[in-house]
């Protein structure tokens, strides 16, 4: 599931707006934010497929990919792929439940993109690998660890991108983490 608000307006930032889930022909489940800055028209398009299943030596390996893609008109910014692939366990992979965000943190007028999503092919209660991922244009920044479940997890790495990274990202990625990687996972 991605979540967004459906209409947020932000400084330097034109309307942001996020479609309702589709289903494409494959079966993947497709979203697209939409929202407009300096650099022009931005679509920001979320492919999650759908889990496939194929038998190998009698035993089920299940496969998800994750696809991300960001335009500005018809130019290509960036994209991110990643995928959880013959797993014979539970299997997940999705983008975190609100995670999806669009701001102007350092006021320059450029949109930083950021979200987060879950992964891992399991058959206990360990906690799942996660990643945070921010944008400003084609500059990626990048916190990787796990979720916190059942008491474990919640630790992260920071890439070192962020040592180069304008002021107050890190800060802003790390407290994103906290609340929906760790603190969504301590309530009640």
């Given at each position: 599931m991605i979540a967004l608000l459906s209409s947020v307006v932000l400084a330097g930032v034109g309307p942001v707006t996020l479609s309702a889930p589709v289903t494409a022909k494959n079966g993947a489940t497709v979203r697209e934010l939409k929202f407009r800055d300096t650099a022009g028209e931005h679509v920001v398009r979320f492919e999650l497929s759908r889990v496939t299943t194929k038998t190998v030596d009698?035993?089920?390996?299940?496969?998800r990919t994750l696809k991300v893609s960001h335009r500005v008109g018809a130019k290509e910014l960036w994209s991110a792929k990643d995928f959880v692939?013959?797993?014979?366990?539970?299997?997940?992979l999705e983008v975190v439940e609100g995670s999806v965000e669009v701001t102007d943190l350092n006021d320059d007028g450029m949109a930083e993109v950021s979200f987060a999503y879950l992964l891992a092919c399991r058959s206990d209660v360990s906690p799942a690998s996660a990643k945070l991922l921010l944008y400003e244009g084609a500059a990626k920044y990048a916190l990787r660890g796990s979720a916190q479940d059942m008491g474990g997890g919640g630790e992260f790495t920071a890439d070192p991108a962020f040592e180069k990274a304008p002021k107050g990202f890190r800060a802003f990625a790390e407290a994103k983490w906290k609340r929906l990687l760790v603190d969504a996972y301590a309530k009640p």
């Open positions: 009698e035993l089920e390996q299940k496969t692939e013959t797993c014979p366990f539970d299997l997940l």
